[in-house]
């Protein structure tokens, strides 16, 4: 089970990591209305994405993983301060880019403790597989019901995003 965690935490930050990047625009945007000076700002857009890859490169090999889940961690206190600097404020996160459209707020926390939990989950319960010791069927599976479950929440929220707004689908 510790392997699939890691796959997914992989893929789910290798995903805003990529989805960052390519609205790193909209991303420095988000980062600037939390009041950070300018240069904080485009430390940010680089450093974030940056981090965010890194982890998606480190968690899946056993040998590097409490490196990835220690950067993943500090990753999710860093979250947990914006969206709590955003508290009360309409500013969204650009958390995906621009694959889902949300604001900081609840349900931003509820991310960063699930996040958080199924880190500490990997250090409490470690495994020595890596990808490698896996059949590549099996690594498969892992990758493709960690993108799904990424697909459904991006589904989920732009459809809730549909609701608040009145608009139809």
Known sequence: MSVFI???????FLFSAISK????????????????ARINVKLAVI????????VAALLPWPGT????IVLLLG?????AWAAWKAKGQNIECHCFGKAVSENFGALTFVRIGV????SIGLLAYPSQRDLFSLGAAEVLYMVL???????????LSAI???KKTGMTL
């Open 47 to 54: 450093v974030v994405p940056a981090a965010e890859a890194a």
């Open 75 to 79: 990753l999710l206190i860093s979250f």
């Open 145 to 155: 019901t960690s993108c799904g479950i990424l697909a459904a929440y991006v589904l």
């Open 21 to 36: 990047a390519f609205d790193w625009r909209r991303f420095g945007e988000s980062v600037a209305e939390l009041g950070l």
């Open 160 to 162: 809730a995003g549909h």
């Open 6 to 12: 890691a796959v997914f935490l992989c893929c789910l």
């Open 65 to 68: 993983r409490t490196a990835g």
């Open 115 to 118: 996040c958080g939990a199924l």
